[in-house]
């Protein structure tokens, strides 16, 4: 990826100090919640078919070395803020921030670890509508063809051509909870959540792995809508 040409510099020059001058001072946001787990076991033991653990995933970034050290300097690693609920996944100290073509920005976008072979930003549709961007909805690693973005970090700026997504929803589950609940990987569910604002979401994709814990992912316009908690009432719907 390259630095930024197509925004003036000295608009990405004013971003860059404002944004940062406020990231360096202010304390960071916890801005992804870890889900509690099913009984306090490992993944597949102690299944309740209707309180699988909600992850509701906040605007994030997944980025690779190159990327990185152009955001944040030569031989910067990514330091960890706090592990997630997946197993081997962080949230990381370092934030970015984000630049759409309306010249609107988004703040203390938190970089999620480890490190991957390509770079990738995940928002909702609001921030979407927001940015002023086309951020197709699509499934994590997806990014053909996908929205461009203006990343700004600390020691640097990146013009993403294509790697903007709104993440499909989805339900990860290890091969043990896939065949308790009769279903294989790719498979398109329904799924019920329940309480004052129920809400039955369509369309929402089976990722199946040995190295995940059952959990249903939403972004947080679907958590919002559902008014969402990661107790909450969940029910399966297969098609």
């Known amino acids: ?15 860059i100090k404002e944004v940062f001058e406020k990231i360096g001072h202010e304390r960071l946001a916890a801005e992804v919640p870890i889900p509690r787990t099913i ?5 597949g033991e102690m299944i309740n078919p ?3 653990p909600v992850g509701v995933s906040v605007r994030h970034m997944h980025i690779c070395k190159e990327d990185f050290e152009v955001l944040y300097g030569p031989g910067k690693e990514l330091t960890v803020y706090r592990d997630l609920y997946q197993p081997g996944e962080f949230a990381a100290k370092e934030t970015v921030a984000i630049v759409g073509p309306k010249m609107r920005l988004l703040e203390r976008i938190r970089i ?6 390509f770079s990738q930003i995940e928002i909702a549709k609001t921030d979407s509508v927001y940015l002023g961007i086309d951020a197709p ?4 690693g997806d990014i053909s063809g996908s929205a461009s973005i203006t990343v700004v970090g600390p020691k640097g700026v990146l013009q993403l051509k294509e790697g903007c997504i709104r993440g499909m929803r989805h339900i990860h589950m290890n091969p043990g909870e896939a065949k308790y609940f009769g279903l294989k990987n790719g498979d398109v569910v329904k799924v019920r959540v329940g309480g ?3 809400v039955t979401f369509e369309n929402v994709v089976i990722r199946i792995s040995d190295k995940v814990r059952l959990q249903l992912h939403l972004d947080t316009d679907e958590g919002n809508v559902a008014d969402i908690n990661c107790s909450q009432d969940i029910e399966i719907i297969k098609e």
Do not use: F, W
């Open 196 to 198: 004052p604002s129920a």
């Open 1 to 15: 990826m390259n630095k930024a040409s197509s925004i003036d510099q000295e608009i990405i020059e004013r971003i």
């Open 39 to 43: 009984g306090g076991g490992e993944a």
């Open 137 to 140: 909805l699509r499934m994590s």
């Open 50 to 52: 209707k309180q699988i």
């Open 112 to 117: 999620l670890g480890p490190m991957r072979k």
